[in-house]
């Protein structure tokens, strides 16, 4: 299985799908990460200039390097596309076709495109969405897809061996739980969300924890 995963931002794989991620990984299924920004405005700091942005970027890089060196066995590929930036544009596509190119996946994450049907509406998240869709359009392939964050969930996946590891990688990214962060990206805030958010996925599964994906063969 070659699984590819679509993340705006350098935490959001953690909080949204983290333990499936590690799940698959258990598994032996081949499983790359592109991420589109470096969440460079992660942080209330770097809105007070570009030498802060700079060194955000670098200390997010950082913390990105330290969790996936936990997990080597994952790629990465970055776009560096601007945080709070990402748009659906024919460049932004072309290089989510290139990744679905080299890749070749059987099966893809992204974020919910649909605002209605988000329960996390980041505008880099509904970008990223659609920018996936219009490149698998392109691409032709017969994936299958599965939105994270949405309202309609139809799969859900037990993660309740890979829960306290995926809190765990989570908190490599000690920059966003800081007090300079700033509300929403107090992560200390969304990490009790995400056991909140896992817990009544379980209950629906009759697990402990459980995350949910809205999964559709046509990508839409």
Do not use: W
């Amino acid at each position: 299985m070659r699984i590819l995963v679509f993340s705006p931002h350098p935490d959001d794989v953690e909080l949204f799908l983290g333990g499936t991620l590690l799940k698959h990984v258990a598994e032996g299924a081949v499983v790359r990460v592109v991420m589109m920004t470096r969440g460079e405005k992660g942080s209330l700091l770097s809105l007070l200039g570009e030498a802060r942005q700079n060194a955000l970027k670098r200390t997010r890089d950082a913390e990105l390097q330290d969790r996936y060196c936990r997990i080597p066995m994952v790629t990465l590929r970055h776009l560096d596309l601007p945080d709070r930036g990402v748009r659906a544009s024919p460049g932004s596509i072309a290089q989510a076709l290139d990744c679905l190119r080299d890749f070749v996946p059987d099966l893809i994450y992204l974020p919910e495109s649909d605002g209605p049907s988000s329960q996390y509406t980041h505008s880099d998240h509904l970008a990223t969405g659609r920018i996936v869709e219009a490149a698998r359009t392109e691409h032709g392939g017969t994936s299958r897809v599965r939105y994270f964050h949405t309202k309609k969930p139809n799969v859900f996946v037990d993660v309740t061996a890979f829960q306290d590891d995926n809190i765990r990688a989570l908190r490599c990214y000690r920059s966003q739980y800081g007090a300079t962060a700033g509300p929403p990206f107090l992560l200390h805030l969304l990490e009790r969300e995400l056991m909140r958010r896992t817990q009544g996925y379980g209950r629906q599964i009759g697990t402990r924890f459980a995350e949910g994906f809205r999964e559709s063969s046509e990508g839409t």
